[in-house]
């Protein structure tokens, strides 16, 4: 029972989970030449790039945010419901990142350099990420990834209004060029993005995910949310951040791809393991 509850856990804080819960890439909106089309919002309601500017001068500004080129931070998990607590420290640099958590007397461990996203968990071991959770993660990845739309989304929809904590929300449809619909909720007041709604692919399951985004500070200029709450597989957790460095020096070895994952890439480009050989038949009988 405790080994198939240890394994949902991985799968609800895998790749996907801890890039999504930490909010590694903080959303960051700013005009761009490559920008996808912005359609028209319903009568009534601002256009998407009204809601942009205000997204970015609430955190900071452009300047502030693109003088961000790495990030270092350790924070708190916790689900409530299972009695379970555990620690998260991520690394991220040049469009790399490395994240280790423990949960439950457990490591796993999750990365991306040189164009591959990997895990490594007592569960599986090592491997190599793909498909839906690989480009997800490429995103988080980009510490620049929301100034420049273009590479990610093919279009944004300003949809409507919801209320959200008791506040005001403008609620945006972001369409990805890779992967599923998710709606962003930026509060109508402040202009942050307070709540992210999504449906993400794990290990080959549709999960819809709610995410809220609370409690922003300000580091070096940039607002970021320091506790975010996470809604997926009917299991609420939730992160704290506890300590987070702006444009701090990190050691290369710390984003580099581990032996085990280095070996596993050159065994996909060889093409795996050697088949078996055939059995000989057996030689007729004299």
């Known amino acids: 029972m405790k080994r198939n509850w240890t394994s949902r856990v991985m799968g609800v804080v895998g790749v996907a989970g801890i890039a999504c819960v930490m909010g590694l890439a903080v959303p960051a909106m700013a005009q761009d030449t490559k920008a996808p089309a912005a359609a028209q919002p319903a009568e ?8 942009q500017a205000r997204f970015i001068e609430a955190l900071g500004g452009e300047d502030a945010l693109r003088n961000v080129t790495s990030r270092t931070s350790k924070a708190n998990f916790d689900i409530p419901a299972q009695n379970m607590k555990g620690t ?25 350099a040189d164009g591959v996203v990997w895990q490594r968990n007592p569960m599986a071991g090592p491997m190599l990420i793909e498909g839906p959770e690989r480009e997800e993660m490429i995103k988080e990845a980009d510490l620049q990834s929301e100034l420049d739309l273009g590479k990610y989304f093919s279009s944004m929809q300003v949809t409507g209004t919801a209320d959200v904590d008791g506040k005001k929300a403008y609620k945006v449809e972001m369409t990805p060029i890779k992967g599923e619909k998710h709606t962003r909720f930026y509060d109508a007041e402040s202009g942050l993005l307070v709540k992210i709604e999504a449906v993400r692919d794990m290990q080959g ?61 050159e065994k996909k480009k060889s093409g795996g393991e050697p088949k078996p050989e055939a059995p000989k038949p057996d030689a007729p009988k004299k």
Not at 44 to 51: C, Q
């Open 88 to 112: 998260v420290v991520s690394f991220q640099k040049n469009d790399a990142m490395f994240a280790e958590m423990e949960l439950a007397g457990m490591k796993m461990e999750s990365g991306y």
């Open 44 to 51: 009534g309601l601002p256009e998407f790039k009204e809601i």
């Open 205 to 265: 399951s549709k999960v819809p995910t709610t995410t809220r985004l609370l409690d922003y500070r300000q580091v070096d200029g940039v607002k970021i949310p320091f506790k975010m709450v996470q809604t997926m597989m009917n299991i609420e957790s939730s992160m704290v951040i506890e300590s987070l460095e702006i444009n701090k020096d990190i050691a290369e070895d710390k984003l580099s791809l581990p032996a085990d994952i280095k070996a596993l890439v």
